[in-house]
């Protein structure tokens, strides 16, 4: 009789193990690497992938998620989002909401976010006198709340006068701005000890001016060569990296030399910035969808007049620049510079990069596995591969011949758990 117990129990135990697995199959699998698989299975136990197969050789009694004709791929990366923004009146708009209740509505942003296919966020800086973001990121890392992957940088470095100041106020007014404002090795070294103190992984740097703010230029470098070497260093002394908001040509070459690991924008990089990018390994986010927001979008707004005036005339020099870019060979990432449009409207990245020269292939892994290199997470996301996380994503027809049905996910898996199943 004991034995027959015993015998009962590891069956139980087996039944219980065999269940917690799970096999999505499809008509193809775009895996990341750069291969497809035709009728594939993967396999998934708890949050990671075990196996990828054939349908027909998936375990006996394994549950298994049919989704018929459609492509399945690795969950979408965004490595430049801003999720407390959701106003074009973005310099003020920190003020009239807490940071609690940027908490409550961010949460609600990167949850639709997630059910649009994008798995992973890395913050660049967002409109939040605190760091509601990492307190979203910190609930979901518990289990309190399901969301995508959370990396970034609580708030913007910028210089007095900079993008991450307010510039149109009297002196008399003592106003917070949402940038950190630090003048010097000194106060840049603080700064990036407090926001490692409360949560940051990455540091933002405003090296120049910025389309969307009042009374500066981007076309000024406004750190000095020495401020972007303490930057690098003192945030490299806890293995933090650092992200480059830089327009201007010099402020580009600059922040590359002094070791950032991503340039954000690079507006008007040109041939010589290219190839430092190409020699020192740097990323570039070029951030094309805010710009065809703005303009189809909420091209009446008074707030974004100079961004989208400066949008429109900058344009066809940028392209010609990343085309050249893309044809060089840079490390190129999706980054979309959300700020609170729809959540598949994001995806027209991936439009943008295939209209400069990309393969579809290329576009779709510059979303995933390019995004996961820059982000050092590359053994655990990016990839749809043994042993990563389950962070898969499903669409109807095929990328490849129209990467617009990246607008239109209509499976959603992160870390095993089926958010969205539209079939």
Known sequence: MKHFFIVGALFSVCSFLQAQKTAIIGKTLIDGTGK?????????EGNRIIAIDKKENIP??????????????????DAHVHPGMS??????????????????????????LLSAGWTTLRIAGDADVGYANF?????INKGMFTGPHMYGAGHYLSVTGGGGDINFFSYEQKIIPDGLIVDGPDEIRKAIRN??????????ILVTGAFMTTGDNPQNVHFSPEELSVAVEEAARRDVPVMAHAHATDGIKQAVKAGVRSIEHGTYMDEEAIDLMIK????????????????EQIPDSKALVKAIDL???????????????????VKIGVGTDYVGWPADFSAREFSELVSLGMTPMQAIQAGTKVNAELLKKDKEIGTVEVGKF?????????????ISELQRVKFVMIGGKVIKNEK
Do not use: C
């Open 36 to 44: 497809i698989v035709l009728n594939p299975a993967v396999i998934i």
């Open 60 to 77: 006996r009694g394994v549950p298994v998620i049919d989704l018929g004709d459609f492509t399945l791929l690795p969950g979408l990366i």
């Open 87 to 112: 106003s074009d009146d973005y310099q003020v708009a920190h003020l009239r909401a807490s940071s609690a209740s940027k908490a409550l509505s961010g949460l609600k942003t990167v949850q639709n």
């Open 135 to 139: 307190e979203i990121r910190n609930a």
């Open 195 to 204: 926001e490692i103190k409360y949560g940051s992984d990455w540091i933002k």
């Open 280 to 295: 020192h390994g740097t990323y570039l986010i070029p951030t094309l969808t805010i710009g065809l927001y703005f303009e």
């Open 311 to 329: 949008n429109k005339r900058v344009r066809d020099g940028f392209y010609k620049n990343l085309r050249m870019a893309i044809s060089k060979g």
């Open 390 to 402: 389950a962070d898969i994503i499903a669409v109807k027809g095929d990328p490849l011949k129209d």
